[in-house]
């Protein structure tokens, strides 16, 4: 291990929460790529974060609870608590407990990421699900595959649609975790370009985001239906993402 490597963990542990900027995210990935010390760091700490997450999410904090939490919050620090956009990185060390781990997850869970920080948590996830190895957790170009395998793993039931036959042909499907809240990932292709296309359960997102966008070179689209808010991002130009948008919502 380099001191380069040293650096690197606690980027890969603020990759994994979510913390980075799309190009950081781009440096972690690209040393990961050249360091095999690094991926099995990577696998362990993303082996604690996920227990952490699936053993958080079976405790949902009761509105009580929260809105008693919140008000501490704001009552701390009110400059910041009533808009905090991020959790902070959970750097996590083998003297970190796990009740402290817990109680600090559960606590991120509480605070809604503000508006603008939505479309950077986004593309980070995307960019970060392109390493090698991390893009989809089922393999199949069957929506009829790719649904069910949802529908056992979330609380919600996201739609599927194959659309192969208008040049963007399913490719798979990846759970993921994004701003304390389990989303479904689909996985298109187009070409040789990759397209995340996300579900959420709910449409309570922060008032003022825009429909459309990008960042560091992804552009996304953003809508709600259904009950359901889905985000698609790529490195498509923004025309042909607009069309696979397009075509998706009408099938
Ligand atoms: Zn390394």
């Known amino acids: 291990m380099s001191e380069a490597c040293d650096e690197m963990r606690l980027l890969i542990q603020a990759d994994l929460d979510g913390e ?8 972690v990935a690209a040393h ?35 809105t008693a939490l919140t008000a501490r919050l704001a009552a701390a620090a009110p400059s910041t608590a009533p808009t905090v956009r ?7 060390g083998a003297s970190f407990g796990a009740g402290a781990a817990l109680a600090a997850s559960v606590l991120f869970l509480l605070m809604p990421i503000g508006g603008s920080s939505w479309p950077d948590e986004i593309v980070a996830s995307h960019i970060r699900a392109l390493q090698p190895g991390h893009l ?7 929506q009829h595959t790719v649904k069910p395998w949802f529908d056992g793993r979330l609380p919600f039931a996201p739609p599927v649609k194959d659309l192969a036959a208008i040049g963007f042909p399913l490719a ?8 304390g809240r389990p989303a479904a990932a689909m996985i298109y292709h187009h070409g040789q370009h ?18 459309a966008g990008s960042r560091d070179g992804y552009n996304f689209e953003r809508w709600t239906d259904g009950g359901m808010s889905f985000w698609a991002v790529s490195d498509l130009n923004a025309q042909e993402l607009a069309d696979f948008v397009r075509a998706w919502r009408k099938l």
Do not use: H, K
């Not at 980075?20 to 440096?27: D, G, I, K, S, T």
């Not at 991020?86 to 996590?92: A, E, S, Y």
């Not at 990759?194 to 429909?211: E, Q, R, W």
């Open 32 to 66: 990961l790529a050249g360091c095999p010390d690094c991926v099995r760091t990577q696998a362990e700490l993303a082996g604690l974060s996920d227990r952490m997450a699936r053993e958080a999410s079976r405790y949902p904090a009761s509105e009580a609870f929260r």
């Open 20 to 27: 980075l900027r799309p190009a950081e995210a781009a440096r």
């Open 86 to 92: 991020r959790r902070q990185p959970l750097l996590l």
């Open 136 to 142: 989809m957790d089922v393999v199949s170009t069957d």
């Open 194 to 211: 990759v397209i995340d296309l996300y579900a959420f359960d709910g449409t309570d997102l922060p008032a003022g985001l825009a429909p």
């Open 172 to 179: 798979g499907g990846r759970l993921d975790y994004l701003a």
